[in-house]
T-cell receptor, first 112, second 117 residues
Framework: DAGITQSPRHKVTETGTPVTLRCHQTENHRYMYWYRQDPGHGLRLIHYSYGVKDTDKGEVSDGYSVSRSKTEDFLLTLESATSSQTSVYFC???????????FGDGTRLSIL | GQQLNQSPQSMFIQEGEDVSMNCTSSSIFNTWLWYKQDPGEGPVLLIALYKAGELTSNGRLTAQFGITRKDSFLNISASIPSDVGIYFCAGQPSSLNYGGATNKLIFGTGTLLAVQP
């Protein structure tokens, strides 16, 4: 494991409720990413961060926001969860210089 | 957005057989990566490729960065039951909106490998 902890690992919630997922790393890596994984789509980038307070959108960012106030923590928030956001969410980290990304073990989120 | 075509989608083989899977793109990539994902876990990096034509091995796994920079393949020799899982390719496009300072990746849709003892 690359020193990445995602919490919670599982969550069931109702449509319309806010949800925050946390990614915590102990590697002091500069770059952090949030992906969702759905059958037939592989991994799709939601948002990413290239430093504290520096974030940008990925290809599927609608309905999601992120924050990074410390190097080690990257939060993903669903302001008002919808059933289409039921998915498995993965956090990844990387360092500058064309280095590969390393992944956490994911959060399985079900929105009823 | 940009996509990677990964094939085959699934493979069902006997233990001891060799396996080959590949990824292709319509765009040029700077980096190709291969990951394996076990159930309930995140993808784990198997092999990273950084130069066109590069051939790299990791135990029974061998991967190559295509000379056109638009494809890559992964071979697994003498498969064993623990090779079961989903294999993903990922690439860093050379286009301006990707990669570079942020190491963003595009992922294939995965190859499900089942190995029968």
């Amino acid at each position: 494991d690359a020193g990445i902890t995602q919490s919670p690992r599982h969550k069931v919630t109702e449509t319309g409720t806010p949800v925050t997922l946390r990614c915590h790393q102990t590697e002091n890596h500069r770059y952090m990413y949030w992906y969702r994984q759905d059958p037939g789509h592989g991994l799709r980038l939601i948002h990413y961060s290239y430093g504290v307070k520096d974030t940008d959108k990925g290809e599927v960012s609608d309905g999601y926001s992120v924050s990074r106030s410390k190097t080690e923590d990257f939060l993903l928030t669903l302001e008002s969860a919808t059933s289409s956001q039921t998915s498995v969410y993965f956090c990844a980290i990387s360092t500058p210089g064309n280095q590969p990304q390393h992944f956490g073990d994911g959060t399985r989120l079900s929105i009823l | 957005g940009q996509q990677l075509n990964q094939s085959p989608q699934s493979m069902f083989i006997q233990e001891g057989e060799d396996v080959s899977m590949n990824c292709t793109s319509s765009s040029i990539f700077n980096t190709w990566l291969w990951y394996k994902q076990d159930p309930g876990e995140g993808p784990v990096l198997l092999i990273a490729l950084y130069k066109a034509g590069e051939l790299t091995s990791n135990g029974r796994l061998t991967a190559q960065f295509g000379i056109t920079r638009k494809d890559s393949f992964l071979n697994i020799s003498a498969s064993i039951p623990s090779d079961v899982g989903i294999y993903f390719c990922a690439g860093q496009p050379s286009s301006l909106n990707y990669g570079g300072a942020t190491n963003k990746l595009i992922f294939g849709t995965g190859t499900l490998l089942a190995v029968q003892p």
